[in-house]
């Protein structure tokens, strides 16, 4: 056998000796990466995963985006439909984001009804939108207290390795700003609405922003952009969500508490982020 051979075998029974250790002693494998201060996927702790967003690649959709955060990769279509306003909010229109974590995505979610983790981060997505204010539900009335464009905003996560909020809440900013809307127009006498298949007129957001998502270990390792095999090792998870001029929108801790000057850190961090993504 040559020594090539002989060099690539042992090479191989490295790795999976790693592999095998990973599997059986998740915590230690990764804490033994902290000590040397890196990660083991070798970015160092505030290092964030390469990004990409494609725009408008649904055409069936009124508008789309897709976006890749490293191996985390989530498509997102708004779909536009004309509905009845609520009675107490005769002039807004609907906004109504929702994730899907299929099975095909990754191991750890089954087939079946939406997992609880869809569920939860349909909700934190709806109450990023809704806190940021990114959109004027007014906007997307048509004739107030008879028709408003309801936009439902879906994701579908294709391939899930970490942080899918992040990429989520990217793909639906992207697809609605490319979203359009057709010219509606409301008939009292007939009491319905036509809409002209020429005209149509771009959602107008009023605000630019971004989330960061952090894990922190052992209380004084901070993680950016934690990868599906370092979330569940996090002691506390945390999301940052500031807008493109620095402006601190919201703060979600889960797990537990951090310290103030961790707390800061953090949002200094998703404040350049923020900056990064913009550009």
């Not at 002691?235 to 703060?251: C, N, P, Y």
Request: aromatic letters at 6%; a negative charge.
């Amino acid at each position: 056998m040559s020594s090539s051979s002989v060099t690539n075998s042992s090479a191989a029974d490295e790795t999976l000796r790693a592999q095998i250790f990973q599997r059986l002693h998740p915590r230690v494998y990764l804490e033994r990466f902290i000590a040397e201060k890196i990660r083991p996927d070798g970015r160092t702790f505030d290092e964030w995963r390469n990004v990409s967003v494609n725009v408008g690649s649904i055409s069936t959709a009124d508008g789309s985006a897709l976006v890749r955060m490293g191996d985390t990769t989530i498509v997102c279509g708004v779909k536009a439909e004309i509905a009845e306003p609520e009675l107490d909010h005769p002039e807004q229109g609907f906004l109504v984001p929702n994730i899907d974590l299929p099975a095909i995505c990754s191991p750890k979610f089954k087939p079946g009804p939406p997992t609880e983790e869809a569920q939860v981060l349909s909700d934190r997505l709806n109450e990023a939108l809704v806190a940021s204010g990114v959109l004027s539900l007014s906007s997307l009335c048509i004739h107030p207290g008879k028709a408003v464009w309801t936009l439902y905003v879906d994701c579908t996560c294709i391939n899930y390795d970490g942080n899918a909020f992040d990429a989520a809440l990217l793909a639906m900013l992207g697809a609605l700003r490319s979203t359009t809307l057709p010219k509606a127009t409301y008939n009292e006498e007939t009491g319905r609405t036509t809409c002209s298949r020429k005209t149509r007129s771009p959602v107008q957001l009023t605000r630019n922003f971004a989330s960061s998502s952090f894990g922190v270990l052992d209380t004084s390792h901070v993680l950016s952009d934690p990868t599906a095999f370092e979330e569940p090792l996090m002691d506390v998870t945390l999301t940052v969500i500031v807008d493109d001029r620095g402006e601190l929108i919201s703060t979600t801790e889960s797990g537990g508490a951090i310290s103030e000057e961790t707390l800061l850190r953090c949002i200094n961090r998703a404040k350049e982020r923020a900056l990064q993504l913009k550009d």
